[in-house]
């Protein structure tokens, strides 16, 4: 059970740790809600929780909760340009269907 | 599909750990800014001491933007900005009368300033932005977001256009809050079991009466009534028709004018303490007005603008259909609810002492602190009245297959009210039965079932055609009311339950355990609950389409 991250993102990552000040990465989660099922969360960390799984990428450590990992492990998270908006995107191998808004995914 | 941006943790804020979150009233003639310090609201003063910060904003010629009482008084001041917030050309009557330069825009209404043409939005972010600092500036800390008033009759584009506003000031707007609310809550109206109240406002150029219902922790406004062009700038102006009369002085000249208005206004408000008042000043032309003015003729004078307030009660009234005294409580609001005779003539509509006991000016600022200190997750200690503070398992309903289908997810604080579309699943389906769960699986088998009930005369339609809103509110004791309503007919069926009744700290610990130890299975249980669902309404589809065309 792995998460990654692209380059970009790992940059952009540290970039926003540096700026918020404290924080020992992101954690990556999902929550059942949305049109489609489920959403993706993305949260600065503080200190992992008990369930917490941590994973190491590019130097940026990641955080997800035994929970959420079933269904985004294998994911890598991107951080992308589309047009003037620019974030972080999931490539989730186990999402099979989104919505039009694309803030949620079924599995 | 969309991105995502990191964000803070949704945990509670560690202990000894305050973060500041400010409440924003964003008035037409005033504007203040509060925050929940020690564990009670209070307005923040500028450098000079003033709470009230005069929404005017001045563009200058030399590209400098004075904000507030430097700009006040001089040309190309722009006041009273709010009243454009959302509007467009076409929306705003008396065109003639207003001072401001207008230029039409798409969508908005814009202003001709000496830094070109500006947005409603724009001038009231420079309004927001100066409150901002201010905070900044006495909080010696950064906030992390505010709650901003609005009217409670503020439509869509208006709100937007207030969120826009704030969004351009750098502001997180953690919500935007009726005004009526804010003054409930900054009275902790909030913390009686239920009611009805009515706030009376009367600012400087509007006047607005809400009627709220309380129900569960929750105020629902359930009528306004109000007048855009009534305030106590009116009082001022019939002190001095009174002294044009009395004095009989030649028309004066616009110096004068205002003098003679800033003497009405100081007038009516040493009235607020004394029996009488002596108004003196010389005119440019050399005439000299010396009159004294008794608090009984102030009063007579200006009884026909409080008939008008009463009538908009009166209209209020009726809309919510209540009775003066169905009403438990009643707020004053605005600078001029100071007027003795203002707050006598509510005491005597109401049939009981109005609550003054807040400054008027602030208490829809100190509300919204108090909101704004509880959304940004600051708990204050003395407030037992939150026992229950947070839901400590999802509640949701059950859906087609066997899914648990979350409403209101675990952890949220109370009192919450959530509400969520479901729609009929078969063709010409008349009822619906809902049955409420609480748990972390996904599916219901697993999850701890609370109550069902039948939500039954559902309009036949084909399937999915159907609007059921099933709302889940939960009050600040922890009790859960599930209602469903379908939206066409408004056939509605509730339950009232108590979620946690009957659960030890350990079970809920249990539960959540086992949500995550069996994380795996249920997700595989859900995608064969859906794909299963997916096949039974595919064959369904196939089998009414073949029914209406089969020939």
Redesign the interface.
Same mark, same amino acid.
């Given at each position: 059970m792995a998460i990654t991250v692209t380059e970009a993102a790992a940059r952009h990552?540290e970039k926003?740790l540096t700026r918020r000040g404290k924080g020992i990465g992101?954690?990556l989660g999902v929550?059942?809600?949305g049109c489609s099922?489920m959403a &993706?969360?993305? /949260?600065?960390?503080?200190a992992p929780g008990e /369930?917490d799984q941590v994973f190491e990428c590019h130097g940026v450590r990641i955080v997800v909760?035994?929970?959420s990992?079933? &269904?985004l492990d294998g994911t890598e998270l991107d951080f992308?340009r /589309?047009g003037l908006? /620019?974030?972080?995107?999931?490539n989730n191998p186990n999402a099979k269907a989104?919505c039009g808004?694309?803030?949620s995914?079924?599995? | 599909?969309? !991105? !995502?941006?990191?964000?803070?943790?949704?945990a509670a804020a560690a202990p000894h750990q305050h973060r500041w979150a400010l409440g924003i009233d964003l008035g037409t003639t005033h504007s203040l800014v509060a925050v929940v310090r020690n564990g009670a609201p209070e307005c923040l003063l500028d450098e000079d001491g003033h709470t009230l910060l005069p929404s005017i904003v001045r563009y200058a010629d030399d590209g400098a933007v004075l904000i507030g009482r430097r700009a006040a008084g001089q040309t190309g001041a722009i006041a009273s900005v709010k009243r454009l917030m959302g509007r467009g050309y076409a929306d705003i009557p008396n065109l003639a009368s207003n001072t401001l330069e207008l230029v039409e825009g798409d969508g908005m209404v814009r202003l001709h300033t000496a830094q070109g043409v500006k947005t409603p939005v724009e001038v009231s972010a420079r309004i927001l932005g100066a409150l901002a600092e201010r905070a900044r500036a006495r909080l010696g800390e950064d906030f992390v977001g505010a709650v901003i008033t609005v009217p409670a009759y503020f439509d869509d584009a208006q709100r937007q256009a207030t969120k826009d506003a704030a969004r351009r000031a750098g502001i997180h707007v953690l919500r935007l809050l009726n005004e009526p609310t804010a003054a409930a809550l900054a009275y902790g109206l909030d913390r009686a079991a239920e009611g009805v109240f009515a706030i009376y406002d009367l600012g400087g150029g509007t006047f607005d009466l809400s009627i709220l219902r309380l129900s569960r922790g929750l105020f629902e406004v359930i009528a306004t009534h109000g007048d855009s062009a009534l305030g106590g700038d009116d009082f001022d102006h019939r002190i001095y028709c009174w002294m044009l009369e009395q004095a009989r002085i030649n028309p004066p000249s616009p110096a004068d004018i205002a003098r003679m208005m800033r003497a009405a206004r100081a007038a009516k408000e040493a009235l607020t303490q004394d029996e009488s008042t002596r108004i003196a000043l010389t005119l440019d032309s050399g005439e000299a007005i010396d009159l004294t003015l008794s608090r009984a003729t102030f009063f007579e004078m200006t009884t026909l603008l409080l008939e008008k307030t009463l009538a908009n009660v009166l209209a209020a009234l009726r809309d919510a259909n209540l009775a003066a005294n169905d009403i438990d409580g009643v707020v004053l609001v605005g600078g001029a609810t100071r007027m003795p005779h203002v707050r006598r003539a509510v005491a005597e509509f109401f049939g009981k002492e109005p609550l003054v006991d807040l400054d008027p000016d602030q208490v829809v600022a100190l509300g919204a602190a108090r909101q704004a200190n509880i959304l940004a997750g600051n708990r204050d200690a003395n407030e037992d009245w939150l026992l229950l503070d947070v839901i400590p398992l999802s509640l949701g309903v059950e859906m087609l297959g066997g899914l648990a #289908?979350?409403i209101i997810?675990r952890n949220a604080t109370l009192p919450i009210a959530r509400a969520q579309e479901f729609t009929t699943a078969r063709d010409g389906q008349t009822a619906m039965s809902i049955h409420v769960v609480q748990g972390?699986r #996904?599916m219901v088998a697993d999850c701890r079932s609370l109550a069902r009930f039948e939500l039954r005369g559902i309009p036949p339609m084909v399937a999915g055609a159907a609007r059921i809103r099933v709302t889940f509110q939960v009050d600040a004791d922890g009790l859960l009311t599930v209602l469903a309503r379908e939206e066409s007919t408004g056939v509605a069926a509730n339950i009232t339950v108590q979620p946690s009744y009957g659960l030890t700290d350990t079970e809920i610990a249990d539960m959540l355990r086992a949500? !995550?130890a069996h *994380? *795996?299975d249920d @997700?595989d249980a @859900?995608?064969l609950a #859906?794909a299963r669902l997916e096949g039974e309404q595919l064959l369904a589809a196939t089998a009414s389409a073949i029914a209406a065309d089969g020939d």
């Open positions: 990552i926003s992101i954690r929550q059942t809600s099922g &993706y969360k993305l /949260e600065f960390v503080d /369930e909760d035994g929970k990992l079933v &269904y992308v /589309e908006n /620019e974030g972080f995107k999931f989104q808004c694309g803030e995914f079924s599995v | 599909m969309a !991105l !995502l941006q990191i964000a803070e943790p949704d #289908e979350k997810p972390e #996904e949500s !995550l *994380a *795996a @997700r @859900r995608a #859906e």
